[in-house]
């Protein structure tokens, strides 16, 4: 770049954390600041956090989320079993394509670790030019699914925005 072209716009990033304790103060989330700065050291430009209850509003704050067009958009939290967790079901109907792969590397990290990765039911996949993750609620989970993304984010963020390097 010449010093008479402008600097890329930096790319943005969100974060939706789906937990009813956390949203309603009962709870100290901790998995947005691990989140935060994971995103800060790949060069985004993150928004505050969002904190949600499971359930509904999480594709209501998704919706809000996606009309301000970040490049990407982690979800923490609603991925398990428990009736109101249904961060996946309010994710999907929002994308245009799913990447089953990224999901499936998520699990398989988290499963060298604990079994309980296996229960995990987060998607991955494109709305627009977003790119949406649902993460596990624990900041281990979430440790081990930041891992997986470590080498792919910049090449997913690039294929988003046009490019087509393999």
Known sequence: MSACEPAPAPRTAAILIASTRAATGQYEDL???VV???LVEHNFEVSTPVIVPDGTPVGQALRALLVLE????ITSGGTGLAPDDK???MTRPLLDKE???IAEAIRAAGLSKTP???????????SGRTFVVNLPGSPRGVMDALTVLDPLIGHICEQ??????H
């Open 31 to 33: 998995t947005a600041p």
């Open 36 to 38: 935060t700065d994971w």
């Open 70 to 73: 970040p490049r990407v958009i």
């Open 87 to 89: 961060t996946p079901e």
């Open 99 to 101: 990447v089953p792969g």
């Open 116 to 126: 309980f990765a296996s229960l995990s039911r987060g998607i991955a996949g494109v």
């Open 160 to 165: 988003i925005e046009g490019g087509h390097g």
